[in-house]
């Protein structure tokens, strides 16, 4: 599908942008929902908080985390919309993480019991505490390259990112 620059219609249709008081231009909302339909009757220049506001009453948390980029939102907010956006996509059971039946059933189970992490981050950071006080969280590992000697702490991002890509090994 073409990309179309429904901005650029809108400002043809209508004139420019507007601009809120932090010097943002506004975002442009499709009424309809259908971001394929550019047609300048369904676009409507809204500021970044209405627009975000619209989409979260909607309960499109994965649109509102995209507006929330251009806001100053705290990491709270953040995480909160994150876990609004996981939940419903499990509800709706179209979480990737679902997987088969049996996983979805057990994901759901443990949302309903209030166990799960995407309720809170008290497991993660319980089990992360637990980790570097053990000595066993990845961070913790040092790493040498065999090719190049440049040594880093991380073995996953050694292994990701390092590794078998060092330049004095091709």
Request: proline share 3%; glycine share 8%; hydrophobic share 30%.
């Amino acid at each position: 599908m073409k990309n179309i620059n429904y901005r650029k219609i809108y400002e043809e249709a209508v004139g420019p942008i507007p601009v809120d008081d932090e010097g943002r231009t506004y975002d442009i909302h499709h009424k309809d929902g259908d971001r394929s339909n550019n047609h300048p009757s369904n676009l409507v220049a809204l500021s970044i908080k209405d627009h975000y506001d619209i989409h979260f009453a909607q309960g499109d948390y994965g649109a509102c985390s995209k507006i929330k980029r251009t806001m100053k939102l705290t990491p709270q907010e953040v995480s909160a919309l994150a876990t609004m956006g996981n939940l419903k996509r499990v509800r709706n059971g179209t979480h990737n993480f679902l997987g088969g039946k049996i996983a979805k059933e057990s994901q759901q189970k443990r949302v309903a019991e209030g166990k799960h992490h995407w309720l809170s981050g008290e497991l993660q950071r319980v089990s992360t505490a637990k980790r570097l006080a053990e000595g066993t969280h990845p961070f913790q590992f040092e790493w040498t390259c065999e090719y190049c000697g440049i040594t880093g702490k991380n073995k996953a991002m050694y292994n990701r990112w390092h590794g078998n890509n060092c330049k004095t090994n091709k």
